[in-house]
């Protein structure tokens, strides 16, 4: 029944030969990888004017240079990870990139800083998703921690059953979403141009908290950096393209990177210059699209739902990445190993179930608020950055293929520049947040050596190339049977204990004598040559005489000998007629397998079963 | 050292041989047994006055009257119980004596209203012990509910260590209390007589909200029979007096009879004579004494203390009671078996404990108030009264021993006596609570039907007498052993395998061919004659194949033959070390476990401990 359910919920199983069939193409690959990188115009801009406008009103403008500044970072880390995917159309990103040319440790913090980030892509586009939702329907602000964790359900389970599904689901909304934002941006364009354009009423001068210092500009533009984040998201999954992999996947990213500018670009210009001025309660691309469209215009609801649908699948982005990483990871022995397997739909469940959980959890956990979550964002997304170019830089050095000086000096480039934004953002951002990046990113790297350490110690045990003895044959085998009464389940475990061995004692513990003689008058009259030992038990305990005994009986072993503990079990065939039966057998189980310090043991239930 | 906090918790076992040294004097027989009955002085009559109150402040002097009217029932029940004792000897009470004389159902009636006011007596004396404390420290009022079940988890640690302990705890108490009770109303009834009562500050008048009717002359009757609950705990324990039991038993329940009549006559015939009227944040007891010793005095708080004592140390009558009628009815198989034993401080800890438990679940439920509960004590304590003088009734017309002719007017005085009030009181409080108790005992007697059918079911099934064909010897044992790969914990198991066995077949299923080729390889290096079968997996599942494989070769088994499931399982050193391991073996066993429709199957594990 557990299987039907799970079938309903997420499909049939695929075949493993099946997977090539699951493969992308290009349109389908944008609208899967891309809507994190695209979305985030819903919520850069904003971001940068939030923090300008603690300088006053006046100071927004500065808006567009920060802007264009981002742009010239964004085209400068798009060509790089462009050339990034030709040295590398294995794909697998920032992780296999740096572990290959920087070292383990590298790798690792490059691993660490993705991890942390496709989770807070989760949480960011599902919490800004919901603001845009609000800014619409202001009725449902008080319900938004609920509705993003709602979301975040709706994605996972979407991505459980598979990716090509995910492909088919997600084209049409991005489509949409770029469609209707261009035709804003145009329309934006055009009413200021012709001298349409209707400014909201304007509200009062904001009056300055703190002095414009370069300071505070860096830290706007680090609050606009979150455009670039989700733009490596095509390079780490190549593998996902149809073949040709790497030229369809580094198209695809082209295609991206201008979309991107362009939308980007237009809205703070935008916003500029209709006089926008962010607020709690309406997010900026909502104020914009109202004063380009009109309030109740039909044009204004569709930005604002294609806007939502886009950030809350943007999501998805990171339920591609997320369990592909944590996949390789696993193989390489530094996470579980339980992360490491496709699932029968050929995703990689378990990370997508880790991966909406924690997302979830990060959500509630800041109230929905994009604004709170932000300054956690970008240290990781710079990081693995770096990391990626710093890898390719030496890539190119060592393998010299042909244009090799091109792409070294490209992704150097990419390297430092990137390396300088990380170094602003960190310091512009530690204490809004950052600083738990700061922490984690150790602690984890920590966590997965400690993980590789484990693996290899039981790899070294396990082994039978280790020079230690190995096991051996088993030269004599004893079995001891503890009974509580002599029913037709004790019958059939003594005749199954008889099959395994000739060498079987019963034993049986006299907590009430009465009972201990009946036992004894019946073990006679089914006529077994079995001896039946009885056990003393002054304080009627069962478990510690028996546990004597069997210590007893195991400290007499010889080397090569194994001792089989064969327990007699009825099982009802309720669960509830469980509560009505003293579970002797399974605490003894439980005390035998806690025990562990007898190498030589084994322990058997044999089971009665009960028609009735 | 589970077991070594469990005996600093609860004291060291003691031996079976020691169970008649934890017998009862009658000294501290008195305290353990009476206190339930003795404690219901402290809030009868406010009982009766909360319910005349109704019909005005003039109708409060109609308490002495039901007071005289509550006394002489008194006397007749305490005076049935007395000759129920001599009748049988062996205690037991309302269940033994119902079950025995009038049948089993009415046993089961019996005891199913027995078990219902154990709980309710532990959770109505310890809500009037919080009251008495909090009479005298209103601040604490708002903290009834946390300290009501801090109380009974105090009382149920005690009873855990213990009878004797228990009757050496409580017996100081006790008899403070019978002294500090009797002071009083000596003090009080000298003062009145003397003319030197200076009653409290004359509150209003109160104005009647109801006629005074008969129907609430027989409430006030109802509300105040509350004192005679626990005057049977005597006849239900008299096993755990010295001997000779009988006569000591019979000596204490006559001594606290007399004891009981005094107190509630003197308190009621004082609350009259002070003009007492009851009050929500204050008890009628607490008005009392202070009125007599003054609001300061240190003799009030010695009342305070003593009462709140003995109503919290009240509830241990119940956990005398109930654990030991409890054992009785799983002895006879009603209640599950686990009730049945003594632990190892020769209490029966089982019961114990869900006494607990279920008490304070109720005392939470009904907000720690006393009133709200009383409706609900007194239908099961005169269910069970009615029942047992019935049964003594017969017994005497049954057994014609000396003396039965009175033996059997007396207890036929009593049965009719408790039957009429019986009435009274379920009519009366029936919309007030009664009704929960008038359903719940049927269904009780319901469960502890369905509890023996089954215990009937499962022994006529497992017993060797009966016509059916008795399980035979294995004729042939077939083993098959799933394995993911060859390492020291493989071989282990493979040794165990061929000694139980010659016909043992290993198994891998396929889920990556690389992986596979490898074990093969190792399987064949390591040199052994057991043959391995590759199970193909195209979805991946390793459950799934194997699951087949074995239902392939179960079906194939003979009458009389045996297959047993062998599973390698390695055994990390730490607990965390289990989350890094897929617990292939222990998803395969639980699935072999749960599919339970092979009944010649035996799933073993065989243990590989690593040392690191």
């Not at 040295?87 to 690792?108: M, V």
């Not at 030229?247 to 703070?268: Q, Y």
């Amino acid at each position: 029944m557990g299987a039907s359910i799970r079938r309903l919920l997420v499909g049939s199983p695929l075949e493993t030969s099946q997977a090539v069939h699951e493969r992308l193409t290009k349109v389908k690959a944008l609208a899967v990888f891309s809507s994190d990188a695209l979305s985030s115009v819903a919520y850069a801009t904003e971001e940068i004017l939030l923090v300008l406008m603690l300088a006053g009103s006046s100071a927004l403008s500065l808006s567009w240079p920060i802007a264009v500044a981002i742009a010239i970072l964004l085209a400068i880390v798009a060509t790089s990870y462009y050339q990034g995917i030709h040295a590398y159309p294995s794909g697998g990103g920032a992780y296999i990139i740096s572990r290959e040319n920087l070292g383990t440790l590298a790798g690792l913090v490059a691993g660490a800083a993705l991890l942390i980030d496709y989770v807070l892509t989760v949480a960011v586009s599902v919490s800004a998703g919901v603001a845009a939702i609000t800014s619409a329907a202001p009725a449902l602000y008080a319900h938004r921690v609920g509705l993003g964790v709602l979301f975040i359900l709706l994605v996972t389970w979407g991505n459980l059953r598979g990716v090509r599904e995910s492909g088919t689901i997600f084209a049409i909304p991005t489509y949409l979403f770029i469609i209707s934002f261009l035709t804003m941006i145009g329309t934006g364009l055009f009413k200021y141009v012709a001298g349409q354009a209707t400014p909201l009423p304007s509200t009062e001068a904001i009056q300055p908290v703190q002095p414009l210092t370069l300071f505070l500009l860096l830290r706007a533009f680090s609050s606009g950096c979150t455009a670039l984040t989700g733009i490596e998201a095509i390079s780490n999954g190549v593998m996902a393209f149809k073949p040709p992999e790497a030229r369809n996947a580094s198209r695809t990213l082209a295609a991206m990177a201008v979309l991107l500018v362009t939308m980007f670009l237009g809205i703070t210009w935008l916003a500029r210059a209709y006089g926008i001025i962010p607020k709690e309660s309406e997010t900026v691309v909502s104020q914009l699209a109202r004063t380009i469209f009109g309030y109740e215009s039909s044009l204004y609801y569709l930005i604002q739902a294609t806007t939502a649908f886009i950030l809350i699948l943007a999501a998805n982005t990171s339920f591609n990445g997320f369990p592909r990483l944590a996949s390789l990871m696993a193989q390489d022995r530094f996470l579980p190993r339980q992360l490491a397997n496709l699932g029968d739909r050929l995703v990689f469940s378990n990370g997508i179930v880790i991966l909406g959980a924690i997302a979830a959890a990060l959500l509630a956990l800041f109230g929905g608020s994009t604004h709170a979550l932000i300054p956690l964002y970008a240290v990781g997304v710079f990081l693995s950055f770096t990391l990626a170019q710093a890898g390719l830089v030496r890539h190119s050095l060592r393998e010299r293929q042909s244009g090799w000086r091109h792409t070294a000096i490209i992704n150097g480039i990419g390297a430092i520049a990137t390396g300088v934004v990380l170094t602003i953002i960190t310091a512009t951002k530690f204490m809004h947040g950052a600083w738990i990046v700061v922490l984690l990113i150790p602690s984890m790297v920590c966590t997965f050596l400690t993980i590789h350490d484990h693996y290899e110690m039981v790899r070294r045990q396990l082994s039978i190339h280790t020079p230690d003895p190995l096991p051996r044959p088993v030269r004599r085998h004893r079995a001891i049977m503890p009974i509580s009464g002599v029913h037709r389940g004790t019958l059939k475990a003594l005749y199954y204990a008889q099959s395994v061995t000739d060498d079987v004692t019963a034993v049986v513990v006299d907590v009430d004598p009465e009972q201990t003689r009946r036992i004894r008058e019946q073990w006679e009259e089914i006529g077994t040559k079995v001896p039946l030992v009885v056990l003393p038990s002054p304080y009627r305990s069962v478990q510690e005489p028996l546990m004597e005994y069997i210590d007893q009986v195991s400290a007499s072993l010889d080397k090569g000998d194994v001792l089989t503990i064969i327990l007699p079990e009825f099982v009802p065939r309720k669960a509830w007629h469980h509560l009505l039966h003293n579970q002797t057998a399974l605490l003894l189980k439980a005390a035998l397998i806690y025990r562990r310090t007898k190498h030589n043991e084994v322990v058997v239930d044999v089971p009665y079963y009960l028609h009735e």
